[in-house]
């Protein structure tokens, strides 16, 4: 029923200045649409990102945002770097060699890291 509609993910933080500087200033997202100080909408790619304040923040353990970077997975984390973002290291993945920071499972290249808020973010190759 839902398979022919769009979806946007969402992103709870707990100061909205501080995460505008990150998903703008560090991740590059451009601001499409946004609700005084409680949301802002991104674009990236064909998607939509909403970033809101919520006193939840950084509450989620697991991943809520995945970007699909194709093969250029190691050029993506290096921009990354060279702006201040540290990769999370996970050395208990079954089936996971890391590589730098880049977890390869096979085929598969995926690296994790997080917003200040500690939401977990993720770069994946496929």
């Not at 991104?42 to 990102?49: E, F, P, V």
């Not at 970033?51 to 093969?71: E, F, L, P």
């Not at 250029?72 to 984390?77: F, W």
């Amino acid at each position: 029923m839902l398979g022919n509609w769009d979806v946007a993910a969402n992103i709870a933080v707990k100061n909205l200045e501080t995460a505008k500087h990150f998903y703008e200033g560090t991740l590059g997202l451009k601001p499409i649409d946004a609700e005084d100080d409680e949301l802002i909408v991104y674009k990236s790619g064909n998607s939509t990102l909403n970033v809101y304040r919520s006193k939840y923040a950084g509450t989620n353990k697991a991943t809520a945002v995945t970007w699909v970077v194709g093969d250029d997975v190691e050029g993506v984390v290096r921009a990354l770097k060279a702006k201040g973002v540290s990769f999370e290291h996970y050395n208990d993945m079954p089936g996971a060699k890391l590589e730098g920071d880049v977890h390869v499972f096979g085929d598969m290249k995926v690296v994790w890291f997080k917003d200040p808020d500690g939401n977990i973010l993720s770069l994946v190759n496929q």
